[in-house]
């Protein structure tokens, strides 16, 4: 891969990468570290990225998300990386600021729910998409993201008081 | 009351990711410098090695080298030797045999009778032992 290419790809795809990571990581140092090695990794191995099978955007993500799980795995030793844990707890909200509430309320998801909704929701992914990142099945997408919100919905329940009131504060 | 999917969508905007660094692109291409622009990683005890050997190297080379004796000058010259080469010559030399002398005749001139005669009868069986 030329110089000129990996530019290229870095001005369009860094930005998706660099939040994708600080979402999942909710830290912005881990997640530069997270969208070098992305790129480093195609500078690498440039062949391993084939544009038959998806757009480079998937591909990047892909890796993205193979470092953010690998360092989980690595910091959660003995806490399963399944489906089973689907329920959070409830998080205390009192006197957090809304972004902090939301914040707190997506990070607190199980890893893979919170993949599936960070993918669909703030990068307005397609679930073909997500199934191309991911490297799941359709059904267990679709099954992550209604976990996801479902979990969402409760937990940020004290945010809304009425719809278009927000509790606690104005808009 | 929980927030529908358009309350959920609004609420969730309102978390925004923090500006993109520009660091990240500068740790990047930064990395990509040409060979002779980029830095190697040495442990610490190896580069002290490297730099006392360096050290050393270059005070010896700007030490005066130690006096050595005269030089004996050899100078190498062509001498004509005479050789005396010995000759081989191979002959076949001839020698003369002393002829054999012919063997005396018995004469019987000499020959005198005994004054005694002295028969001694010699038996068979001892003249075999």
């Not at chain 2, 040409?34 to 990683?41: A, D, H, N």
Request: proline share 7%; net charge positive; charged share 25%.
């Amino acid at each position: 891969m030329t110089n000129s290419e990996l530019r290229d790809a870095f001005e369009h795809h860094s930005h998706v990468l660099f939040r994708y990571a600080y979402r999942m990581t909710g830290s912005g140092s881990a997640a530069e570290d997270v969208v070098q090695e992305c790129f480093l990794g195609l500078l690498r191995r440039p062949a391993s990225y084939d544009p038959a099978r998806g757009a480079l955007r998937a591909f990047l993500l892909g890796i993205a998300r193979n470092l953010i799980l690998m360092q989980w795995r690595k910091e959660r030793t003995y806490e399963p990386l399944d489906e089973d844990s689907s329920v959070c707890l409830p998080l205390d909200l009192i006197g957090v600021e809304r972004s902090q509430a939301v914040a707190k309320a997506v990070q607190s998801l199980p890893a893979l729910q919170r993949e599936a909704l960070i993918l669909a929701e703030y990068e307005e992914m397609s679930l073909v998409e997500i199934v191309q990142v991911t490297h799941a099945e359709l059904a267990a997408v679709k099954s992550r993201l209604h976990r996801a919100r479902q979990n969402l919905r409760r937990l940020l329940s004290p945010l809304v008081e009425s719809k278009g009131a927000v509790y606690g504060t104005e808009r | 009351m929980e927030p529908n999917d358009n309350d959920l969508r609004d609420l969730l905007k309102e978390w925004d990711a923090p500006p993109f660094p520009s660091s990240i692109e500068k740790r990047l291409f930064s990395s990509r410098r040409s060979w002779w622009r980029s830095s190697l990683p040495l442990p610490i005890p190896l580069a002290c090695c490297l730099a006392l050997l360096l050290a050393f190297l270059t005070w010896r080379s700007v030490q005066p080298a130690p006096q050595q004796p005269a030089q004996v000058l050899i100078r190498t010259e062509r001498v004509e030797v005479p050789i005396i080469r010995e000759r081989v010559v191979t002959k076949i030399v001839y020698k003369r045999r002393p002829i054999p002398s012919p063997k005396p005749q018995l004469t019987f001139n000499e020959l005198k009778p005994v004054g005694e005669l002295r028969i001694k009868i010699v038996r068979h069986q001892n003249a075999q032992n």
